[in-house]
């Protein structure tokens, strides 16, 4: 499995960041958007590919398991498109951030976290009707770790607020 996910990865990384190299000069923003949009590209491709080898799924159980699947990915994307619209607000205001920008951003990070938690939850009794709960909790695992390698490829783009 850690050889698929780092294969696919680093193949990723490395067309992502040869198009953000060989981009005519984009702004900070421009440029952060950019590699956000072409790293959940990368993602969004190669995610059901890693995800169907290291699920072992039965031919029964991917005719039931994709559908969910297929279900969660757009609400999961909705949680992602969230994020990077507070990327970009970041971004924008970056330069000249107020300590009430900041809270506002601050607070609806961490509900965006929450909100990620309660559809992990919300999923888990659908993923365990197609498939078994080891199987569930694999793919929950493998879900996660395909979500943290995304947020740290982003966040290390992503400046820390200054003081």
């Not at 953000?20 to 702004?27: H, I, K, M, S, Y």
Request: without cysteine; proline residues 4%.
């Amino acid at each position: 499995m850690k050889k698929v996910i780092v294969a696919v990865l680093l193949g990723g990384f490395m067309v992502l960041n040869a198009g953000v190299l060989l981009a005519e000069e984009p702004t900070k923003e421009e440029a952060v958007e950019q590699e956000i949009k072409l790293l959940r590209q990368n993602l969004r491709a190669d995610k059901k590919k890693i995800v169907a080898a290291n699920m072992q799924l039965t031919e029964a159980e991917a005719v039931k398991f994709w559908p969910v699947y297929d279900a969660y990915t757009v609400e999961t994307t909705k949680l992602n498109d969230t994020l990077q619209a507070l990327i970009k607000e970041y971004s924008q205001n970056y330069a000249t951030m107020t300590d009430e920008k900041i809270r506002s951003l601050t607070k609806r990070t961490l509900e965006m976290d929450e909100d990620a938690a309660k559809l992990r939850i919300k999923y888990v009794p659908l993923f365990d009707k197609a498939i078994s709960p080891k199987k569930t909790a694999r793919f929950m695992q493998i879900d996660r770790r395909l979500g943290l390698l995304m947020n740290l490829q982003i966040s290390s783009g992503v400046p820390l607020v200054q003081p």
